[in-house]
């Protein structure tokens, strides 16, 4: 069955209503067959890529307290390790996944756990891929905790066409891997900061499928 995401309820609206105003006036307004036929194609084809991009297909997520699984779909762009400032103040192991606009867009707790922090920094709107994206950017940090991994951190990312991210941890919570966790705009990519020394199941460029993907695992 097709489902799509609560957050693009309004503009799936909206847009179905503009959509169907389109194709009844262009009937009646225009004469011409051929430009008849283009604006009311065109405008099928427009709603056709609103409902692509809120789609939320139903993933079966293996749960599962030693795998942290991919976060969102998208291509897997960095595998590094870097000095994380904001939470843990020290070195991690990042994991970056880059989605483009047709990506499914909706964000998946990537682990088991309990949310220890979560916080919505306002900013700008580089490429997602900039290096001072992660710093700069309008973005989400949320931390989850769990016996296994300990404390994983992951960070929404808008990028250059994101206008804004969606982000439902709240401290204290309880999660389940794979359930929703949010969503983003338009573009975009998640940093995953994994303990230094974790066995990464990824490599770089591949394709990770949110809810599915296993990006880590202990034995």
Not at 141 to 167: D, K, P
């Amino acid at each position: 069955m097709l489902k799509f995401h609560k957050e693009g309820a309004k503009i799936i609206f909206i847009t179905c209503a503009v959509v169907v105003a389109i194709v009844l006036l262009s009937d009646s307004l225009i004469t011409n067959f051929y430009i008849l036929k283009f604006v009311q194609i065109l405008s099928l084809i427009f709603l056709i890529l609103v409902l692509q991009f809120f789609r939320n297909p139903l993933r079966l997520t293996d749960i599962n307290d030693t795998k942290i699984i991919a976060p969102v779909d998208g291509k897997v762009v960095v595998i590094e390790e870097v000095y994380e400032s904001e939470y843990f103040k020290e070195k991690r192991l990042m994991v970056s996944i880059f989605m483009s606009p047709i990506n499914v867009h909706v964000t998946r707790y990537a682990m088991n756990g309990i949310i220890k922090f979560s916080k919505y920094h306002p900013g700008k709107y580089l490429v997602a891929w900039h290096p001072k994206a992660s710093e700069e950017n309008e973005r989400t940090t949320v931390v989850i905790e769990n016996q296994v991994f300990g404390e994983v951190l992951y960070r929404q990312i808008a990028g250059a066409l994101a206008r804004r991210i969606v982000n439902y941890a709240k401290e204290g919570m309880q999660v389940v891997q794979g359930e929703d966790a949010g969503f983003i705009k338009f573009g975009s990519r998640v940093d995953l900061y994994l303990p230094i020394g974790t066995e990464i199941n990824v490599k770089l460029n591949q394709k990770a499928v949110g809810g599915i993907t296993v990006i880590a695992a202990k034995s």
